[in-house]
């Protein structure tokens, strides 16, 4: 088989060229890396499970209309993706105070906050991502008014969604990290989430025990980390269940039912 060309490598993902124009495989890796890459590590079976988690996520956010580059997974660490242009800005969206918020504004870890918060952060991995206003971002053109309004209404509602979806499973969703893209139809530009949506980019702690379920555990030194992936895997039914109440009794049942 010919080599895929590469198009790009992130820290935890490696873009090829897909097999049809205006598409892409995206290929989760097992790195990790965190405070700007200056601490390194791997985390092992970690891009199997992002690649499931964020297949998971995506397709549930469509199912409620919020466009994505996800088309379709491949295997057990490759997705098919819709080609965009990122736009360098991180969305972060915060409904409880922890990491650079905590930090920067001398808020206690784990403060429920009044309203949701939206940040954004100049993609710039050698500036180490300076967090941004929308007047940085309509002053270098970095996206148009229009492509914010796009943009944080579906930050508000992927956040609205998945809070829910987590509190479903008994998890928080204490913040995370989104990523857009443009997809050009002629002359127009339209705005649809891209990168991923998985324990790398989100802080998710357990309802009852406010246990660390994501990548803190390894930028903490926690341990437990691959363990904190795959418990987020199981609880969206995507692995196994220990317990006898699982999805897949679920399924029992209703082959049961013959439906
Ligand atoms: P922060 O508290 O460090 O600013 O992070 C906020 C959220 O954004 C957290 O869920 C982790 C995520 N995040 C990334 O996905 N990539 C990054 O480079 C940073 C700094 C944060």
Not at 49 to 64: C, D
Not at 210 to 216: F, G, I, S
Request: proline share 3%; glycine share 8%.
């Amino acid at each position: 088989m010919a080599r895929r060309r590469q198009i790009y490598e992130g820290k935890a993902k490696i873009l090829y060229e897909g097999p049809e124009p205006g598409t892409l495989i995206q290929y989760f890796k097992d790195d990790a890396t965190a405070f700007n890459a200056q601490k390194r590590g791997t985390i092992s079976g970690k891009g199997v499970l992002n690649n499931r988690i964020s297949e998971h996520i995506f397709l549930a956010l469509q199912t409620i209309g919020v466009p994505t580059h996800f088309i379709r997974r491949v295997n057990m660490r490759e997705q098919l993706i819709r080609q965009v242009e990122i736009v360098p800005i991180e969305v972060v969206i915060r409904n409880v105070a922890a990491g650079s918020l905590t930090k920067r504004l001398g808020i206690e870890e784990g403060t429920q906050l009044p309203r949701t918060i939206i940040e954004y952060y100049y993609k710039d991995d050698a500036l180490g991502d300076p967090m941004i206003s929308e007047e940085h971002i309509a002053c270098f053109g970095w996206a148009s008014q229009e492509e914010m309004n796009d943009i944080a209404d579906m930050a508000i509602r992927v956040n609205d969604f998945l809070s829910g979806m987590f509190a479903a499973i008994g998890i928080r969703l204490v913040d995370f990290k989104l990523e857009f893209g443009r997809v050009w139809d002629g002359d127009y530009a339209r705005i649809i989430l891209a990168d991923e949506i998985s324990p790398d980019g989100c802080r998710l702690w357990d309802v009852k025990s406010n246990e660390k379920l994501d990548k803190d555990r390894f930028r903490q030194d926690l341990g437990g980390v691959e363990e904190a992936y795959q418990e987020v895997a199981r609880r969206l039914g995507l692995l196994p269940a220990d317990d006898e109440t699982s999805v897949l009794d679920f399924d029992q049942h209703r082959k049961k039912r013959g439906k």
